[in-house]
């Protein structure tokens, strides 16, 4: 794991309660996961990723994109979702893990990787790759937009969907995907945009994927995007570890915690939980495909820190 992923770890866990939250009640109509970490042990008991997906079940979540966002767990997310039904994989360079790569003049090579990963058959997007000028100073902007560019034309060439992270980055995120030219299927994951936002996305045919955020007290942009965004548009995440949904923020964050995050949305929404549910499926089996393909069972897996 690189030192960004356990600077972030670190900042997240000051001030935490790091139990898990208790399992909330099982959806009537499933619905999928589109962005977790299950690589990225949390909590004060962290669970091997088998186990999250057991919880994940009994609750109602029937699958999770399992993203990663270096070489290491792209490799690790890919070899996974080779032998797990429940799971498919994106891959990607993180938009902050670029500039470290490009210094050490990795950059190249590590595209290369993700390209021949993203042709595995359960690999299913190339993500989280985008902009983020939250975390990267100028003097690594002009990696990102170089990763992000290239990450954009391997997903075309692929013909698998985008995963966007987007922080603090809006326009240059849109001005980029309109100069270079979006893929078919983008995904905004964990949406931070305002309404207008949303409808710019909508009008692009873009997915807006939204996260345990949208339950925040202080989120209402969030919330008055979501009610902008289409149901068609409509995808779910839990991006855990992080961003656990109210109650139980500060906590840790896990795919079995859909269900919190599903049914705060169709309450904003005034709208029916299971036909929420049933919408968010359809759509996110547009965007990946179905995840009860024969899974490949003679994969050679690589353990990644922090995984049992």
């Not at 997903?155 to 995907?177: C, F, P, W």
């Not at 202080?218 to 991006?239: F, G, H, K, M, Y």
Request: hydrophobic share 40%; charged share 20%.
């Amino acid at each position: 794991m690189t030192d960004s992923h356990h600077l972030r770890r670190r900042e997240k866990a000051a001030g935490r309660n790091l139990s898990y939250p208790p399992l909330p009640e099982k959806l009537v109509v499933p619905v999928y996961d589109n962005h977790t970490h299950l690589e990225i042990a949390d909590g004060d008991d962290p669970l091997h990723y088998r186990e999250q997906l057991d919880r994940a079940s009994s609750v109602g979540v029937r699958g999770v994109v399992q993203v990663g966002g270096d070489i290491e767990s792209s490799r690790w997310s890919a070899n996974m979702a080779a032998i797990e039904p429940r799971m498919l994989a994106a891959v990607a360079i993180h938009p902050n893990e670029a500039p470290g790569y490009e210094v050490r003049g990795e950059l190249d090579d590590a595209l290369a990787t993700i390209s021949e990963l993203a042709m595995r058959p359960r690999v299913r997007a190339v993500g989280e790759t985008g902009l983020d000028y939250f975390r990267t100073d100028e003097s690594g902007l002009a990696a990102q937009l170089r990763s992000f560019e290239a990450h954009i034309e391997i997903a075309k060439e692929s013909g698998i969907a985008l995963q966007i992270h987007d922080r603090n980055a809006h326009a240059d995120v849109i001005r980029t995907l309109h100069r270079v030219g979006a893929p078919d299927r983008t995904v905004f994951h964990c949406f931070s945009g305002d309404a207008e936002m949303a409808q710019l996305c909508a009008d692009n045919g873009w997915y807006m994927s939204f996260a345990g955020t949208v339950t925040f007290t202080n989120a209402e942009q969030t919330r008055e995007a979501l009610a902008v965004a289409p149901r068609s548009l409509l995808l779910i995440e839990t991006d855990a570890p992080y961003l656990t949904p109210a109650p139980y923020r500060g906590h840790p964050n896990a795919p079995y915690l859909i269900p919190t995050t599903l049914r705060a949305m169709a309450a904003y929404l005034d709208t029916d939980v299971a036909m929420l549910a049933a919408q968010i499926a359809s759509n996110t089996e547009l965007v990946y495909g179905r995840w009860d393909t024969e899974p490949i069972t003679h994969v050679v897996t690589e353990p990644i820190a922090g995984v049992a």
